[in-house]
Nanobody, 124 residues
Framework: QVQLVESGGGLVQAGDSLRLSCAAS????????MGWFRQAPGKEREFVAAVNWSGRSTNYADSVKGRFIIFRENAKDTVYLQMSGLKPEDTAVYYCAAQSYYSSSASASAYDYWGQGTQVTVSS
């Protein structure tokens, strides 16, 4: 089992940048396929980005391609989401998730462990 704790959220203006962190504890972090999801008020949770165990393979939602970067530092048991060019529609609670055995990068149901979320609010 792995425990996930997100941090780095906040209130920013459109066009700003923000870096989210997700610190893992418990079992070996490098075993897990990691993802970021987000959920805006009144909307379903949606996929944002994912990275494989080595960090060499990534996947992004079309809405964030070219603006967000996911990367991990296995030595620090941490995965990051670097967000730039933020837009008001990026406002949501952002969740970190871990997948024990890879089946899908973009399906929330494929992930076994979730953090508590961190709020990102982008003002226009």
């Amino acid at each position: 089992q792995v425990q996930l704790v997100e941090s780095g959220g906040g209130l920013v203006q459109a066009g700003d940048s923000l870096r989210l962190s997700c610190a893992a504890s418990g079992r070996t972090f490098s075993r897990y396929y990691m993802g970021w999801f987000r959920q805006a008020p009144g909307k379903e949770r949606e996929f944002v980005a994912a990275v494989n165990w080595s960090g060499r393979s990534t996947n992004y939602a079309d809405s964030v391609k070219g603006r967000f970067i996911i990367f991990r530092e296995n030595a620090k048991d941490t995965v990051y989401l670097q967000m730039s060019g933020l837009k008001p529609e990026d406002t949501a609670v952002y969740y970190c998730a871990a997948q024990s055995y890879y089946s899908s990068s973009a399906s929330a149901s494929a992930y076994d462990y979730w953090g508590q979320g961190t709020q990102v609010t982008v003002s226009s």
